[in-house]
């Protein structure tokens, strides 16, 4: 039971961390420069994209629990880590400037990359009657953080490769049929992880 308290933690805090400051993004859009103003109809759909980022994840984290889906449960936490830690990886040693200059976070985006992690795992565990839904309200994601001038449409692309490829890897049957294997090493002073699988 104490694995599925610690998968449950580490899911929560992807959702909290991943995209990189959901709530912070949306006040930063307020520093604006004079080259660029935000419009009303921007606005509203950067708050959109917001509400819409952060409850996929977690509407499909209580479902996945009211499901008693274990085994779901623990590929979706390493789906939300892989997804979580190369898109703040990515954030935080490229520092692209944001198309409304808030800020150098713009790649990849982490509203598009969380949004399509999620849609890919609820198509690859439970089917398309989940994911068509799902990869809809993604796309729609992607588009807004565009539309808002929040990422560059590369960003958005690029965030939905690393949140789609994240699930592909790690929600069954892919990690089943290719014998996916990860575990933690340590020398006594670094710790890395050890991943493998077959083709």
Known sequence: MNKYIFTITVFFAFIISCPVS???????????????VQTSSQHGVEISTDVIAL????????????????????????????????????????KERRPDFSNYHSFPSGHTAASFATAAFLQRRYGWAFGVPAYAMATYVGWGRVFSKKHHWWDAV??????????????????????LQISPISDGEFLSLYTSFTF
């Open 22 to 36: 959901l709530f912070s993004q949306s006040s930063a859009s307020l520093q604006t420069t004079p080259n660029f």
């Open 55 to 94: 409850a996929m994840p977690v509407a499909t984290l209580v479902g996945v629990i009211a499901e008693k889906d274990w085994k779901g449960l623990v590929q979706g936490c390493y789906t939300a880590a892989a997804t979580a830690g190369a898109t703040l990886i990515l954030k935080y040693s490229i």
């Open 158 to 179: 690029a965030g939905a490769a690393i949140g789609a490829g994240s699930a592909y890897i790690f929600t069954r049957p892919w990690a089943k049929q290719h014998n």
